[in-house]
């Protein structure tokens, strides 16, 4: 992850804990399933004008990127018991203390 998010320090657990998030984040799994098959097609395949399409929808692929998923992802949800959280805060899944009646 280093060579992906170098421009970050990653010294506080928020930091790691977005990076952690994003890299899970099945929509960018889904992402990076689609990338990794077409790579995979790429290094596998041995007859070059059968590893042509995979290049170029490799190439397609990557023109493709936008923000457009950051934007749908990078959101405040709401937890289970209604507060506004965002994905990563691991400490936002936790229940809340039980607060005494008296």
């Known amino acids: 992850m280093e060579k992906c ?3 970050l320090d990653m010294s506080t657990p928020q ?3 977005f990076i952690d998030w994003v890299f899970n984040a099945s929509p960018v799994l889904k992402e990076r399933a689609e990338m ?3 790579h995979e ?3 596998y395949e041995r007859d070059p004008e059968k ?3 995979y290049a170029q929808r490799s190439l397609d692929f990557i023109d ?3 923000d457009a998923l950051s934007k749908k992802m990078v959101r405040k949800i709401k937890n ?3 507060d506004e959280i965002w994905p990563w805060d691991r400490d936002g899944f936790q ?3 039980i607060r005494s009646l008296q």
């Open 80 to 82: 289970r018991w209604g």
């Open 51 to 53: 590893r042509t399409p």
């Open 41 to 43: 097609g790429m290094t």
């Open 95 to 97: 229940r809340p203390p």
């Open 5 to 7: 998010f170098g421009h």
């Open 15 to 17: 930091e790691i804990d």
């Open 64 to 66: 493709r990127i936008t």
């Open 36 to 38: 990794m098959a077409l």
